[in-house]
């Protein structure tokens, strides 16, 4: 027999069975929101450039496309001259309004428009905002710039904007190669001021 008591009783059950899966999707998104994903994004060259030349190459073979294209005498080494000259060819490509910086919004659309469907995915990983903010949510003042980048933005290892060395979110084209400069000599293993094919290939692994 169905009592008022009874439809009362079941109509209270059903509502804290929705609320305990509301707070549940809730608690389910916060945990989502909270933590980043960070997708693989293609391999890239001493500058940070994504090598898209077939999304079916491996990372070894990317770089040797890069090469084939950096070694602009085709004697079968990359100096250092020809990879800053690759260099500023990417940095032109990204630097859209041709102010002289690379900001992380003419990054984010460069990739926007470059990525194919395969490395998409790698776009959500945050980027820095295009200005250091100056203050905490909570009003308070961060004055170094070092420790405003690490509190107010996502913790990334962007191979081009990293090598923003005053961390002011504007990349110059002296601060891509110096960090090409850098990654460069990384590389050169026999110390002889080019890199080979192979010492190229070794960036896959770094």
């Given amino acids: ?9 079941r109509a209270r059950l059903v509502r804290g069975s929705v609320v305990v899966l509301m707070i549940a999707l809730s608690l389910a998104a916060c945990r989502r929101s909270a933590t980043p994903t960070y997708q693989v994004g293609p391999p890239v060259a001493l500058s940070g450039e994504p090598l898209l030349f077939d999304v079916k190459d491996s990372c070894s073979e990317a770089q040797g496309r890069w090469f084939a294209r950096a070694d602009g005498n085709k004697d079968g080494f990359v100096d250092l001259g020809e990879a800053k000259a690759d260099a500023r060819r990417f940095f032109a490509a990204v630097d859209k309004d041709g102010n ?17 469907p395969e ?8 980027m820095p ?16 710039p070092e ?32 960090k090409v400069t850098e990654r460069g000599a990384r590389l050169d293993a026999d110390g002889d001021g080019k890199l080979s094919p192979a010492e190229v290939k070794a960036y896959c692994g770094t």
């Fill in 1 to 9: 027999m169905v009592t008022v008591a009874s439809v009362g009783r």
């Fill in 147 to 178: 420790m405003r980048r690490y509190l107010m933005t996502p913790i990334t290892t962007d191979l081009v904007m990293s090598a923003d060395q005053d961390l002011d979110f504007r990349l110059t084209v002296d601060e891509m190669l110096a």
């Fill in 119 to 126: 490395y998409r995915a790698a776009l959500s990983v945050p």
């Fill in 100 to 116: 002289g910086f690379i900001t992380p919004t003419e990054l984010t659309d460069y990739r926007t428009k470059a990525y194919p």
């Fill in 129 to 144: 905002p295009a200005n250091a903010p100056q203050k905490t949510p909570g009003g308070t003042e961060i004055q170094d």
